[in-house]
């Protein structure tokens, strides 16, 4: 939805449900097993590992929704600030450890490398940008502007755990 306030100021608005299929390398079902013999021909079960795929992983879902100001001054300029909101219920966290995995079923524990599903977070932001060119310099500098803008995003409920300091962690990937 998009309201034109005046000529030059629009308020936009929009909500959204995204859902994205995990990557094909994360849902092959395939693994890659380490067997860590000792000198003596005796394994050793605290060096074994495994990386593999995951093809029961739940793809990215969302629901989310997004308003943003924008006014436009001239023809060259444009400033905006918007807020968003994400609720996610699934995401996927790439190269995770599991430890203590029956990989074969057969008794032996094996710490696996995989990518497994986040159970949900909520997040939500502020962002806000300004551009424009210069216009009012002479040749061949008339095409030179400047662009910046800033967000500020935080994430709740994410659900992971820090193994160190038992602390909540962030959504991941979110600077």
Known sequence: ???????NLLL???????????????LAPNSNCLYDLTPT????????????????LQPY?????NVNLGWYPNRDTALSIGYYQ???????????????VDFFGDGRSFDVTMPINGTGAKQSG?????????????????GFGLIGNYTY??????????QLTGGNLPYPFLS
């Open 86 to 100: 994400k609720d996610i219920s699934s995401f996927i966290l790439s190269r995770t450890l599991v430890r203590g």
């Open 126 to 142: 502020i962002e806000v940008s300004a551009q424009t060119a210069f216009t009012f310099l002479p040749a061949p500098f008339d």
């Open 61 to 65: 879902r969302a629901k989310q929704w």
């Open 1 to 7: 939805v998009a309201l034109e306030i005046t000529p």
């Open 153 to 162: 995003s935080k994430s709740s409920n994410v659900g992971l755990v820090d």
């Open 41 to 56: 021909g005796i394994s050793d079960d605290t060096l074994d590992g495994c990386t593999a795929g995951n093809p029961y």
């Open 12 to 26: 936009r608005a929009d909500w959204s449900m995204v859902i994205a299929r995990p990557r094909f390398t994360d």
